[in-house]
């Protein structure tokens, strides 16, 4: 390897290295609430939202962010998700889960 | 997308609503003089429901039944686009309050029914209890001079159509020309209204693409429990009132909700749409459950 890409790798491995490790925030889903149903993240923090499902199959959708996530019980749904503009956010369950599907839903609010 | 001016469309009519006069583009296969006719949409009338918003539930669609009834001349057929029942996790409660709701409408004087469902009566099962009593869930018909197309929206919980549906759709809409009249009836908005409150179709611009060929495409949907009018480029797309309670106006509260019975006006803001097919536009009339 040339010296001067030896270099740039060197220097890309640093700041990687320096990076936090994003915040994970578990989000439990059932009927008909997510908890936490208010999420406050910091702008420009990389956060994972780590979502469960406690009885059946969940959504959730924060269109206005572009986020979106199938919970499937049994299994952990991922989102990263870095806040680039500060607001309020709402999201939504978007897979319709009985009675008070039409209540569940919350906010994420995005601060500087 | 586009909202309509209603400033420009409504006025006050005799009989206790408001008339929406919607045009159609030149050049539609218009009908005659003698095939003008009407129909009336009934929406969301969530059987089965109890709760606070409305205290007289279990009276609130045989009201309704009984106003359209009244109407004279009768309407050559009635659409009830969607939640007929409200949903239970209880198959068996399911079919008992489809039951009911099938022998309640079995009292309307104009026997030419059409049914399509909501979330309410389909997702949970996928559809199976509403196909057991009502027949398809997707499904065209016409009717002097007009192709009226049934979407289904709600038997995927994800309140998606589907590659197999969106398919039918196209094979369907290629019988028709590019000028004929053609009314969708869904449950959903298949635009965008509002994804943040579920207020959407996931796939619902598949379909819109699909009908945008067509010049004369009008649809009529419920879901969101109120009257709404927009317009997807030529489309136009109005939301009926509910028979149950009404919802807040698009992200006009923090968190949806259904809005306050009101004992000083009740049953305010539930009604049921007359749509009147006339030679070059349709006027559909929102008429409360009862005259004040």
């Keep these: ?112 | 997308m586009q909202g309509i001016d209603r400033r420009q469309f409504l006025k006050v009519a005799g009989l206790g609503g408001l008339v929406f006069a919607s045009g159609l583009a030149r050049g539609a296969d218009t009908t005659s003089a003698q095939d003008e006719f009407f129909f009336v949409q009934l929406s969301d009338t969530h059987w089965g429901f109890r709760g606070a918003p409305n205290p007289d539930a279990a009276g609130t669609l045989p009201k309704a039944i009984a106003a359209v009834n009244a109407l004279d001349p009768q309407p050559d057929f009635i659409v009830f686009t969607g939640d007929l029942t409200h949903t239970t996790d209880d198959p068996a409660e399911r079919r008992k309050r489809m039951a009911q709701f099938r022998d309640l409408i079995g009292g309307l004087r104009t026997r030419q029914i059409r049914l399509m469902p909501g979330e309410h009566d389909a997702s949970l099962d996928n559809g199976e209890a509403f196909k057991e009593f009502f027949g398809a869930t997707h499904y065209s018909f016409d009717h002097k001079g007009v192709h009226f197309i049934a979407l289904d929206n709600v038997s995927d919980p994800k309140g998606a159509i589907g590659d197999e549906q969106l398919q039918w759709l196209k094979s369907d809409l290629a019988t028709q020309k590019p000028q004929a009249r053609i009314v969708v009836l869904t449950h959903r908005p298949l635009f965008p209204l509002y994804p943040q409150w579920d207020w959407a179709t996931k796939d619902g611009e598949r379909a819109i693409a699909a009908l945008m060929p067509h010049q004369n495409v009008t649809v009529f949907y419920g879901h969101i429990h109120q009257e709404h009018h927009f317009k997807t480029a030529h489309i136009e797309h109005h939301a009926a009132r509910s028979l149950i309670f009404p919802q807040p106006a698009p992200g006009s509260v923090p968190k949806r909700a259904p809005v306050a019975w009101d004992p000083a006006h009740p049953y305010r803001g539930l009604g049921f749409r007359q749509i009147e097919a006339e030679r070059d536009e349709y006027k559909l009339s929102e008429l409360p459950v009862l005259k004040v």
Excluded: N
């Design chain 1, 1 to 112: 390897m040339k010296r001067r890409a030896f270099l740039a790798l060197l220097v890309a491995s640093a700041a990687w290295a320096d990076e936090p490790a994003p915040r994970v925030i578990p989000i439990k889903a059932r009927k008909f609430e997510f908890t936490p149903s208010e999420l406050e993240l910091k702008l420009g923090e990389p956060v994972v939202l780590e979502f469960t499902t406690e009885d059946v199959h969940m959504g959730f959708d924060a269109p206005a962010l572009g986020l979106h996530a199938d919970i499937v019980p049994e299994r952990v749904a991922r989102v990263p998700f870095t806040p680039r503009k500060e607001g309020s956010f709402e999201f939504a369950c978007d897979v319709f889960c009985g009675s008070g599907h039409e209540e569940m839903g919350g906010v994420i609010i995005v601060r500087a």
